[in-house]
């Protein structure tokens, strides 16, 4: 594809453990000093235990110290490009804020948006 983040989550998108849904999801975050974490979907029998691709991203980031991020990219394959769900709009909002989100699939076609166009009215730490 001719960009790091978006091979990442490609990559990532290849470990994923879908065994349930067999709908696999890849995600990469780059931070501010251009390290890429991935991460992709983990699925569990009880479903409400799954995990999505962004928040496995996200939180291996966090835990590794990184505090401040660019952007993400999430791969998935299928034609209708596939957005973060609502949990993962989420955590991306509280953590990352307004970044670029790329959405991609394995046949190179290629979306983009800001954060604040998929999650135009977030609940955050302003409300508090």
Same mark, same amino acid.
């Given at each position: /594809? ?5 091979? =990442? ?5 290849? %470990? ?8 696999? $999801?890849? =995600?990469a ?5 251009? %390290? #890429? %974490? ?12 799954? $995990?999505?691709?962004?928040?496995v =991203?996200?939180?291996?980031? #966090?835990s590794?110290?990184?505090r ?15 957005p ?19 959405? $991609?699939?394995?046949?190179?076609? #290629?979306e983009?948006?800001? /954060?604040?166009d ?11």
């Amino acid at each position: /594809m001719n960009d790091p983040l978006l091979d =990442a989550a490609l990559g990532a998108r290849q %470990h994923a453990f879908a065994p349930y849904s067999k709908f696999q $999801v890849g =995600a990469a975050i780059e931070d501010s000093s251009g %390290h #890429i %974490h991935t991460g992709c979907n983990v699925e569990n029998a009880t479903y409400g235990l799954t $995990v999505c691709a962004e928040r496995v =991203a996200v939180f291996k980031a #966090i835990s590794e110290g990184v505090r401040q991020f660019r952007r993400v990219a999430v791969a998935a394959d299928t034609d209708v490009l596939t957005p973060p769900c609502g949990a993962c709009r989420q955590i991306l909002w509280e953590f990352c804020g307004d970044v670029e989100i790329v959405l $991609v699939n394995p046949r190179g076609k #290629i979306e983009t948006y800001q /954060m604040r166009d998929l999650f135009p009215k977030p609940f955050d730490a302003s409300y508090l």
